[in-house]
């Protein structure tokens, strides 16, 4: 199975802030890396696929970059309304996995 | 509008068995693959199964095999997952998603509200 591995576990920023969440597998996946945003008791959100494609609908502060193993989620200028749980997750192979989490918190 | 309602969650004693159920609606449930995620109190995200639109193409990770089994009806719209030989690991909220890629286990751009499983005696 590839392993995901994402950096930090948490962090806190202010409103305003450019924050970038890390992901590492651990071998190469090309682009088949996704990201999805969790709030507290609701299911996961789907932001954006092959490493850099934003979902519809989703706002154009949050960017994705990447390929072979190293990825980032970016967001650029944190709303009030990002404060959440970040998740990465490779669909290279199956079975598809997901990175531990990246909690953002309110600084 | 997509919508996912998932159901048949509840407490079942280990070594017992519970049938999910995931009712959809707002596009096309023939055309895509779907897939069952899972995520246990306080913990991370974990895919559980998967299986294609026409069900030719079903995985499974590794812990769930020859316990879990993914079905679904595409007249009835309905995705299910049968779970036998349930253990306390097994505790977690289970959520159906779809999965625009041809095969299954691929990503997962909608999401149900989840349906909580809680196995202990």
């Known amino acids: 199975d590839i392993q995901v591995t994402q950096s930090p576990s948490s962090l806190s920023a202010s409103v305003g802030d450019r924050v970038t969440i890390t992901c590492r597998a651990s071998?190469?996946?090309?682009?088949?890396l996704n990201w999805y945003q969790q709030k507290p008791g609701k299911a996961p959100k789907f932001l954006i696929y092959?490493?850099?494609s934003l979902q519809s609908g989703v706002p154009s502060r949050f960017s994705g970059s990447g390929s072979g193993t190293d990825f980032t989620l970016t967001i650029s200028g944190l709303q009030p309304e990002d404060f959440a749980t970040y998740y990465c997750q490779q669909s290279y192979s199956t079975p598809p996995t997901f990175g531990q989490g990246t909690q953002v918190e309110i600084k | 509008e997509v919508h996912l309602v998932e159901s048949g969650g509840g407490l079942v004693k280990p070594g017992g068995s519970l049938r999910l159920s995931c009712a959809a609606s707002?596009?096309?449930?023939?055309?895509?693959?779907m897939n069952w995620v899972r995520q246990a109190p306080g913990k991370g995200l974990e895919w559980v199964s998967s299986?294609?639109?026409?069900?030719?193409?079903?995985y499974y990770a590794d812990s769930m095999k020859g316990r879990f089994t993914i079905s679904r009806d595409n007249a009835k719209k309905s995705l299910f997952l049968q779970m036998n030989s349930l253990r306390a690991e097994d505790t977690a909220v289970y959520y159906c998603a779809r999965d625009p890629t041809p095969y299954g286990g691929g990503y997962f751009d909608y999401w149900g509200q989840g349906t909580l499983v809680t196995v202990s005696s």
């Open positions: 707002g596009f096309m449930f023939s055309d895509y693959s």
């Open positions: 071998r190469s996946i090309s682009t088949f």
């Open positions: 299986i294609s639109s026409s069900s030719s193409y079903i």
């Open positions: 092959a490493a850099s």
